[in-house]
Structure formats: structure tokens, C-alpha cells
């Protein structure tokens, strides 16, 4: 199995950037599909972005579309996530989760990931 770890989260006024990382240990992180959620207080988990084992496949929530990119690095056995043009309603908790997939597509919903970090807190304030 893999185990994923989430840093880069932070405190950010309206408009800013931060780069979310996802480290990977364990087994060989170049077969797995990666997502990223969120989940701010009182509301569900929800589907951020994700990338295929390859990278070459990705999609986004509506709500992040053109400010936010999924990338990864397998050499490094790392995903990223590059948030800018940041809202207050961005603030929420962020995990990264990992899949292993045979095809070259992401896996979107929750239940199809099997390995889950811990999360790292992202505050934007307005």
C-alpha cells in the first residue's frame, strides 16, 4: 500500500497562491491516480481536482476551474496543487488521496480512492 502526506497549507489573504503538496511513500507512486478534496466546516467532502497515473489526464471542480492545477511528479513521487486567485470560501481542510489504476483515466469520487493523509488546513481571509 501507499501512504500519502499533505503539506504547503497556510493561512492567505483573498487572492493569493499556495502550492499544496502530496508526498508518497511505500510502493511506486507512478501507478496511482491522485485526487485532491476538501471539506470545510459543516459541509461534505468534496472533489477538488484530480490526475491520472500518467498526468496526462486531469479534471476540475467547477468552482476552482482556471484558478487552481493538478500536477504531479513521479520521479518525486509527488501531486501538487497550485491554488491561486484564492477565495474565502476556499477555506476548508485539503486531502490528497491515491488510487491505483490500470487505465489512463482520474478517479473522481471519493470512494473509488483507497489511501487517504491527513489533510492540511487551508484559511483564506477576506
Known amino acids: 500500500q501507499v501512504q500519502v502526506v499533505e503539506s504547503g497549507g497556510g493561512l492567505v489573504q483573498a487572492g493569493g497562491s499556495l502550492r499544496l503538496s502530496c508526498a508518497a511513500s511505500?510502493?511506486?507512486?507512478?501507478?496511482?491516480?491522485v485526487g485532491w478534496f476538501r471539506q470545510a466546516p459543516g459541509k461534505e467532502r468534496e472533489s477538488v481536482a484530480a490526475?491520472?497515473?500518467?498526468?496526462?489526464?486531469?479534471h476540475y471542480a467547477d468552482s476552482v476551474k482556471g484558478r487552481f492545477t493538478i500536477s504531479r511528479d513521479n520521479a518525486k513521487n509527488s501531486v501538487y496543487l497550485q491554488m491561486n486567485s484564492l477565495k474565502p470560501e476556499d477555506t476548508a481542510v485539503y486531502y490528497c488521496a491515491a488510487a491505483i489504476s490500470n487505465s489512463g483515466s482520474y478517479y473522481w469520487f471519493s470512494y473509488e480512492y483507497h489511501y487517504w493523509g491527513q489533510g492540511t488546513q487551508v484559511t483564506v481571509s477576506s
Open positions: 490526475i491520472s497515473w500518467s498526468g496526462g489526464n486531469t
Open positions: 511505500g510502493r511506486t507512486f507512478s501507478r496511482y491516480a
